[in-house]
């Protein structure tokens, strides 16, 4: 397994090493002990400009996946699921408004990019929003066991 996680914000440390353990336990959970992919920690800057070219939305948004395991070539790689992207600043609003810690919300985050980079999409109509939320949900449960 090969989970690198980067945090390109200077002034703030996050659990990192908790974080990369807990994505740990639910790809083993998953089945997926030789998987790989990367996390990658940013500001709103950085994210409204993802959020920009990548999906044409001009606003910062709390996490971006990028999945590797699409298309006519993943066979190739099967292990490599691709990379996550989370806001830090959108993360900690959202942690405040929710009235719980950062850590428990960058868990969630990392869950819900998970669960793209497995395959599922929410803004592929309500069945498939409810599919992926049944999923996050179970994962969710598996940090906690």
Avoid at 34 to 41: G, I, M, N
Avoid at 65 to 78: A, D, K, N, T, V
Wanted: proline letters at 3%; zero cysteines.
């Amino acid at each position: 397994m090969s989970i690198r996680i980067t945090s390109k914000l200077r002034k703030q440390r996050l659990p990192t090493a908790v974080l990369g353990a807990r994505l740990g336990k639910l790809l083993r959970s998953l089945g997926l002990p030789e998987a790989e992919l990367s996390v990658l920690f940013v500001g709103d800057r950085a994210m409204r400009t993802l959020n920009q070219v990548w999906r044409n939305k001009d606003r910062a948004t709390d996490v971006l996946s990028f999945p590797l395991r699409e298309g006519r070539f993943l066979h190739i790689q099967p292990d490599m699921l691709g990379d996550i992207v989370i806001s830090v600043p959108v993360a900690a609003r959202q942690a405040n408004e929710a009235g719980h810690s950062l850590t428990v919300e960058l868990e969630r985050l990392l869950v819900h990019g998970l669960v793209h980079l497995l395959g599922y999409d929410h803004e592929q109509g309500f069945t498939e929003a409810r599919r992926m939320e049944r999923k996050e949900q179970q994962l969710l449960k598996r940090l906690d066991a």
